[in-house]
């Protein structure tokens, strides 16, 4: 009898939705065959089976929001088909306790990890991995200064975090398993939607806020960026460069491209040629390639450039990998095979989960330019607007000429004005002299 | 390096300045021709001559405050109180006059005078003779105090003493006075204002001075049998003080136990506790301890007077407690 769990499908998975049963209880199944599709925070998987067998149970109902790691059903033999499951299933509704309890990792490998980290002697007590949070609805959390101070640095909810100490008080060896990862941390705000979600009631009580309009459906992926892109507008201090960019010789460049190319050689695109330029730009600019994480900087050697899609319900951005490493045709097959399956919810987490540094193009919109917000833990992103025709002066004449505007937001912890300037000027570079982009 | 005991490390320093400066001069009861009650400055007179290793009456007012316009005619006295027990006679004139005169005159007059003598308990004298002065003295704006542990830091922080432009209460472990350490030869100055890091440690910081540091120092190697890794400070300068080195050892280990001999109240554990918490409190783990002597005048009984004293299990249990291993 094997039980099959929730995996964790990328680093920043807590959770996953089970949407469908694929196999229905008594079904025979073979190693690899799909038992039930399963949401993560951005895309649609399929949840395999990892052995032969039989499915004799499944544990929870569909549309579960199960945390990771926990049991949704039993593989066995023809036997044991229906036989009592050895866990209660478990109601969308009844998932509201969860959450807090899914933190505690099994006692086994708590164990092992406080043995390897003997520099931290607290966790010796080898007690916080057995206890369960047992606190009442807005009891104080006590927690030394020391837990505060780390829990805001990495956004740790405290009030689902077991305390050892004196009177309950979480101390060092308590979060530090969430600290180091090993743990996923209950994320502040992460919590909100599903105790909000989670809380049913029959006739909600009215506030202000209600009664003006019909509640909207939010898709989850939203949800998710809706919450990535308030942390960061509300915690990183952004400020703005925007540049004019000259598309005369990169226009003329591209039909010349793509006129050899040929109908199937896959078309390169503006945005192919942004890529590019921004992607030689980092190169150039190796301070405008880093990560920005509890209060440290840390420099990205490989240069992956995230490109913000509109999905379905959402904005999703998956990243081209060593994006300076790759020719022109390599960048616009990638980019538009992403883009392909990003529309029908076929990216990998390995696709869209990374990436160092990102470019949102409005180009196809007709806008004149935009501002757009940093995508953390990344430390700029670059807002691409439409080319448009303008006047120019050329030849001390005016005349009509195709303008591009770009504008860098940056984080100001990690970049200041000079230093985006001159990035800036480099892309400008790139895509004003687009034989660079074929060269380089 | 010579190996040498605290005595004799105290003894070199005094007698390398005063080859070396003839305005130093001792005074004392009994220090010339018996050598002193603890044999510290055995040997100096017949070096020096009456003159420069002066016997006094029984009367420390008297002599500290000679000292005191010894020195501010030029000389560098260096007083020996017997015990530190008996410069409550001479408190007068070690808190209105040594530590003000500077401060009263303008900065024209300065006041080059070391106090030195045996400090703190541990060696059945009983309630009258066992007083730790550290935190007394400390207080007053004006004086330099110390309170070394090792014959290298008696003999650098002496000569440091003895050049200091300033009154210096200097307080000897008198319970160390046998043990033996590496001196470094000739001119090796101790700056004041600095601690000193007596064991390398990462999980909790156990700080104290004087007669306290060999002692949590094998409350480490204790420790260390666990698993469990402490840090050893030694204050050393008691004023000014040496913030910095306890703060950073606390941002590194979250947790800190503060030793004395002296009583608890309105102690040195007292200010490093306070300064832990203004300076390192978003470091801090666990409450500061602090492991103090009974709050009892000192006894004389020796099993008493061992359970009156800070003690290896204690300092390991507290240590234990803030590591939240204990309740």
């Given at each position: 009898?094997?039980?099959?769990?929730?995996?964790?499908?990328?680093?920043?998975?807590?959770?996953?939705?089970?949407?469908?049963?694929?196999?229905?209880?008594?079904?025979?199944?073979?190693?690899?065959?799909?038992?039930?599709?399963?949401?993560?925070?951005?895309?649609?998987?399929?949840?395999?089976?990892?052995?032969?067998?039989?499915?004799?149970?499944?544990?929870?109902?569909?549309?579960?929001?199960?945390?990771?790691?926990?049991?949704v059903?039993?593989?066995?033999?023809?036997?044991?088909?229906?036989?009592?499951?050895?866990?209660?299933?478990?109601?969308?509704?009844?998932?509201?306790?969860?959450?807090?309890?899914?933190?505690?990792?099994?006692?086994?490998?708590?164990?092992?990890?406080?043995?390897?980290?003997?520099?931290?002697?607290?966790?010796?007590s080898?007690?916080?991995?057995?206890?369960?949070?047992?606190?009442k609805?807005?009891?104080?959390?006590?927690?030394?200064?020391?837990?505060?101070?780390?829990?805001?640095?990495?956004?740790?909810?405290?009030?689902?975090?077991?305390?050892?100490?004196?009177?309950?008080?979480?101390?060092?060896?308590?979060?530090?398993?969430?600290?180091?990862?090993?743990?996923?941390?209950?994320?502040?705000?992460?919590?909100?939607?599903?105790?909000?979600?989670?809380?049913?009631?029959?006739?909600?009580?009215?506030?202000?806020?209600?009664?003006?309009?019909?509640?909207?459906?939010?898709?989850?992926?939203?949800?998710?960026?809706?919450?990535?892109?308030?942390?960061?507008?509300?915690?990183?201090?952004?400020?703005?460069?925007?540049?004019?960019?000259?598309?005369?010789?990169?226009?003329?460049?591209?039909?010349?491209?793509?006129?050899?190319?040929?109908?199937?050689?896959?078309?390169?695109?503006?945005?192919?040629?942004?890529?590019?330029a921004?992607?030689?730009?980092?190169?150039?600019?190796?301070?405008?390639?880093?990560?920005?994480?509890?209060g440290?900087?840390?420099?990205?050697?490989?240069?992956?450039?995230?490109?913000?899609?509109?999905?379905?319900?959402?904005?999703?951005?998956?990243?081209?990998?060593?994006?300076?490493?790759?020719?022109?045709?390599?960048i616009?097959?990638?980019?538009?095979?992403?883009?392909?399956?990003?529309?029908?919810?076929?990216?990998?987490?390995?696709?869209?989960?990374?990436?160092?540094?990102?470019?949102?193009?409005?180009?196809?919109?007709?806008?004149?330019?935009?501002?757009?917000?940093?995508?953390?833990?990344?430390?700029?992103?670059?807002?691409?607007?439409?080319?448009?025709?303008?006047?120019?002066?050329?030849?001390?004449?005016?005349?009509?000429?195709?303008r591009?505007?770009?504008?860098?937001?940056?984080?100001?912890r990690?970049?200041?004005?000079?230093?985006?300037?001159?990035?800036?000027?480099?892309?400008?570079?790139?895509?004003?002299?687009?034989?660079?982009?074929?060269?380089? | 390096?010579?190996?040498?005991?605290?005595?004799?490390?105290?003894?070199?320093?005094?007698?390398?300045?005063?080859?070396?400066?003839?305005?130093?001069?001792?005074?004392?009861?009994?220090?010339?021709?018996?050598?002193?009650?603890?044999?510290?400055?055995?040997?100096?007179?017949?070096?020096f001559?009456?003159?420069?290793?002066?016997?006094?009456?029984?009367?420390e007012?008297?002599f500290?405050?000679?000292a005191?316009?010894?020195?501010?005619?030029?000389?560098?006295?260096?007083?020996?109180?017997?015990?530190?027990?008996?410069?409550?006679?001479?408190?007068?004139?070690?808190?209105?006059?040594?530590?003000?005169?500077?401060?009263?005159?303008?900065?024209?007059?300065?006041?080059?005078?070391?106090?030195?003598?045996?400090n703190?308990?541990?060696?059945?004298?009983?309630?009258q003779?066992?007083?730790?002065?550290?935190?007394?003295?400390?207080?007053?704006?004006?004086?330099?105090?110390?309170?070394?542990?090792?014959?290298?830091?008696?003999?650098?922080?002496?000569?440091?003493?003895?050049?200091?432009?300033?009154?210096?209460?200097?307080?000897?472990?008198?319970?160390?006075?046998?043990?033996?350490?590496?001196?470094?030869?000739?001119?090796?100055?101790?700056?004041?204002?600095?601690?000193?890091?007596?064991?390398?440690?990462?999980?909790?910081?156990?700080?104290?001075?004087?007669?306290?540091?060999?002692?949590?120092?094998?409350?480490?190697?204790?420790?260390?049998?666990?698993?469990?890794?402490?840090?050893?400070?030694?204050?050393?300068?008691?004023?000014?003080?040496?913030?910095?080195?306890?703060?950073?050892?606390?941002?590194?280990?979250?947790?800190?136990?503060?030793?004395?001999?002296?009583?608890?109240?309105?102690?040195?554990?007292?200010?490093?506790?306070?300064?832990?918490?203004?300076?390192?409190?978003?470091?801090?783990?666990?409450?500061?301890?602090?492991?103090?002597g009974?709050?009892?005048?000192?006894?004389?009984?020796?099993?008493?007077?061992?359970?009156?004293f800070?003690?290896?299990?204690?300092?390991?249990?507290?240590?234990?407690?803030?590591?939240?291993?204990?309740?």
């Amino acid at each position: 009898m094997a039980e099959v769990i929730m995996p964790k499908m990328g680093d920043a998975m807590e959770e996953g939705t089970l949407l469908k049963w694929l196999k229905a209880v008594g079904d025979e199944v073979a190693e690899g065959d799909a038992l039930a599709e399963i949401e993560t925070d951005k895309v649609t998987l399929e949840l395999e089976a990892q052995e032969d067998g039989f499915l004799t149970n499944t544990l929870v109902e569909e549309g579960a929001v199960v945390p990771i790691g926990e049991s949704v059903a039993i593989i066995g033999t023809q036997d044991e088909v229906g036989q009592s499951a050895p866990a209660p299933a478990v109601a969308p509704e009844e998932r509201q306790e969860a959450p807090a309890e899914a933190e505690q990792v099994p006692a086994s490998s708590a164990d092992e990890a406080s043995e390897a980290a003997a520099a931290q002697p607290a966790e010796k007590s080898g007690e916080s991995a057995q206890q369960v949070v047992d606190r009442k609805p807005g009891e104080r959390v006590r927690a030394s200064p020391l837990v505060k101070r780390l829990a805001q640095e990495h956004g740790i909810d405290l009030s689902q975090v077991a305390g050892t100490g004196p009177g309950g008080r979480i101390i060092n060896g308590d979060i530090q398993p969430y600290v180091s990862g090993e743990k996923s941390a209950p994320q502040a705000a992460a919590q909100e939607t599903p105790v909000e979600a989670a809380t049913p009631s029959p006739s909600p009580a009215p506030s202000a806020a209600e009664g003006k309009g019909v509640k909207v459906d939010m898709p989850k992926i939203k949800r998710t960026t809706g919450k990535r892109m308030s942390e960061s507008k509300l915690g990183i201090p952004h400020y703005y460069v925007t540049s004019d960019v000259d598309m005369e010789a990169a226009l003329a460049f591209r039909k010349e491209a793509n006129a050899s190319l040929g109908e199937d050689g896959g078309r390169v695109s503006v945005n192919d040629l942004v890529v590019k330029a921004a992607a030689l730009a980092l190169r150039d600019n190796p301070n405008v390639n880093r990560t920005f994480v509890g209060g440290e900087l840390y420099q990205q050697e490989s240069i992956d450039v995230n490109i913000a899609i509109a999905i379905d319900g959402g904005l999703i951005a998956p990243f081209v990998p060593g994006a300076d490493q790759k020719s022109l045709g390599e960048i616009s097959r990638l980019t538009k095979d992403l883009g392909k399956r990003a529309r029908v919810g076929g990216l990998t987490l390995e696709e869209y989960q990374g990436g160092t540094f990102t470019i949102s193009n409005l180009g196809m919109f007709d806008v004149d330019e935009f501002i757009a917000v940093i995508n953390p833990p990344q430390v700029a992103i670059l807002a691409i607007g439409s080319v448009q025709e303008t006047p120019v002066v050329k030849n001390g004449e005016v005349v009509a000429g195709p303008r591009m505007k770009i504008t860098l937001s940056a984080d100001h912890r990690a970049l200041d004005g000079a230093e985006v300037a001159t990035f800036l000027q480099s892309v400008k570079k790139y895509l004003e002299n687009p034989m660079m982009l074929a060269l380089s | 390096m010579p190996v040498m005991t605290y005595r004799d490390a105290l003894r070199s320093a005094m007698a390398e300045e005063m080859e070396r400066d003839e305005s130093v001069v001792l005074l004392g009861e009994d220090i010339g021709i018996y050598g002193g009650t603890h044999l510290v400055t055995n040997g100096l007179i017949d070096q020096f001559g009456p003159k420069r290793v002066i016997d006094t009456p029984i009367a420390e007012g008297g002599f500290t405050g000679a000292a005191i316009g010894m020195a501010m005619a030029g000389l560098r006295p260096v007083v020996e109180m017997m015990t530190w027990n008996f410069s409550f006679l001479a408190a007068d004139q070690i808190i209105q006059n040594a530590a003000k005169l500077r401060y009263f005159s303008g900065g024209q007059v300065n006041v080059p005078l070391v106090i030195r003598g045996p400090n703190g308990g541990g060696v059945q004298l009983s309630a009258q003779h066992t007083h730790s002065l550290e935190n007394f003295y400390g207080h007053f704006p004006g004086l330099k105090v110390v309170s070394p542990a090792t014959p290298a830091d008696v003999k650098g922080m002496m000569i440091r003493a003895i050049r200091d432009p300033d009154p210096v209460i200097f307080l000897e472990a008198g319970a160390l006075y046998g043990t033996k350490g590496e001196v470094l030869d000739g001119d090796a100055e101790v700056e004041f204002g600095k601690a000193r890091v007596a064991r390398e440690g990462t999980d909790v910081t156990l700080v104290s001075y004087g007669r306290q540091v060999p002692m949590l120092l094998r409350a480490a190697d204790q420790m260390a049998d666990d698993g469990l890794n402490a840090e050893v400070i030694d204050i050393r300068s008691i004023r000014p003080f040496d913030s910095d080195t306890i703060v950073e050892s606390v941002r590194k280990t979250h947790r800190a136990v503060v030793v004395q001999e002296q009583w608890r109240l309105f102690s040195v554990g007292s200010e490093v506790a306070a300064i832990i918490q203004e300076r390192a409190f978003d470091d801090l783990d666990a409450p500061v301890e602090r492991v103090s002597g009974a709050e009892v005048p000192a006894p004389y009984a020796r099993n008493l007077e061992i359970a009156a004293f800070p003690s290896v299990d204690q300092v390991v249990s507290a240590a234990r407690r803030v590591l939240y291993l204990e309740a």
